[in-house]
């Protein structure tokens, strides 16, 4: 009896064997490998286009932005403060106001001013600016939302006091279902947040982007730091490949005697990269152009995308009864980077 048919029989079964080990161990890499727009877990996923970081770099103040485009929101909109987008949705916040908050003749229990009321809110909307959801963000004196950031699955949403020196709840939005889940509560005024995904960590400024603080998502302070420039203060904010933060805001100066002096301010727009590892501006630039209703058009809400040496920018300045309400503006500009 001849042994080849059991040679082949056996040579058959290893060549089985080796497959079905290569495609357990194919299964098992790809079981390893995060989903494309999941949140990261610190330190498991790294972004490594610097596309947008390096446009900014080139961006000074001869770039030729053109304003391109003019969406008018349909709905009660209030005081508008950040803004993202996701592949389905554009996200608004904004703050609406019943009570103004007042200035104490002397500080009171920690505070400059009373609390005011208001109520928080997070515009949904279709990307034709349709609303299709307002969902309602805040506990008590906390109903203040400020700039907000998409990290590709989950939108974070800081609710401050209308005041310094108080506290804030950080929210993350689930940006397909709208599931709204109370992360942390922190003691101060937050009005920014972004989340670094190459540490996994979130990092927001205060009030006047005076100081700046880093937490894991369990809300533990890991760091936190000073804000060296006092440029403009920073009113929304994104996460930029890799480790960066770009910042866009306002600051309200003086104008001269025969114009008003003190009682009638200018708004100085302005935009900023910060580097989240060395906590460095890396570039600062101002920005004036102005809006419908003759804010300077990065007072509130703004995002920036870039499609090689092209620069798209979106703000929304101003509020829903200035003007002509809230418009969200587009502004487009190249660069010439540097070689």
Not at 259 to 271: K, P, V
Request: charged content about 20%; aromatic content about 8%; hydrophobic content about 35%.
């Amino acid at each position: 009896m001849s042994s080849t048919p059991n040679r082949r029989a056996l040579t058959l079964a290893a060549s089985l064997i080796v497959a079905a080990c290569a495609a357990a161990g194919a299964a098992a890499a790809q079981a390893n490998v995060p989903e494309q727009g999941t949140s990261p877990a610190a330190g498991t996923h790294h972004e490594t286009s610097t596309e947008l970081a390096n446009a900014f770099d080139a961006v000074n103040r001869n770039t030729a932005w053109q304003q391109t485009s003019k969406l008018k929101l349909n709905f009660p909109t209030y005081h508008t403060e950040g803004i993202a987008y996701s592949q389905d949705h554009i996200f608004l916040s904004a703050v609406q106001i019943f009570e103004p908050t007042a200035k104490y003749p002397t500080p009171q229990g920690g505070y400059d001013r009373t609390p005011g009321k208001g109520i928080g809110h997070l515009f949904v909307m279709d990307k034709a600016g349709n609303l299709q959801k307002d969902i309602t963000l805040g506990e008590g004196d906390m109903y203040h939302p400020g700039g907000i950031d998409f990290d590709g699955t989950n939108v974070w949403v800081p609710v401050a006091q209308y005041r310094p020196d108080s506290s804030a709840i950080i929210y993350k939005v689930d940006a397909q279902t709208l599931d709204v889940h109370k992360q942390f509560e922190v003691k101060d005024h937050f009005g920014g947040i972004v989340l670094d995904k190459q540490t996994g960590h979130l990092v927001g400024n205060t009030w006047g982007s005076r100081r700046f603080a880093e937490w894991d998502l369990q809300g533990k302070q890991l760091s936190t730091w000073e804000n060296p420039n006092y440029f403009i203060d920073y009113q929304d904010c994104q996460y930029v490949p890799n480790a960066k933060m770009l910042c866009a805001g306002v600051t309200n100066l003086p104008q001269t005697p025969s114009a008003g002096g003190t009682a009638a301010t200018y708004e100085l727009g302005g935009m900023a990269m910060i580097d989240l590892k060395s906590h460095e501006v890396t570039r600062e630039v101002p920005f004036q152009q102005w809006s419908t209703a003759g804010h300077v058009a990065t007072r509130n809400p703004f995002k920036m995308t870039a499609d090689g040496n092209h620069l798209s920018m979106t703000v929304a300045p101003d509020n829903g009864e200035e003007g002509n309400g809230t418009e969200i503006l587009t502004y487009e500009a190249d660069v010439t980077p540097a070689k």
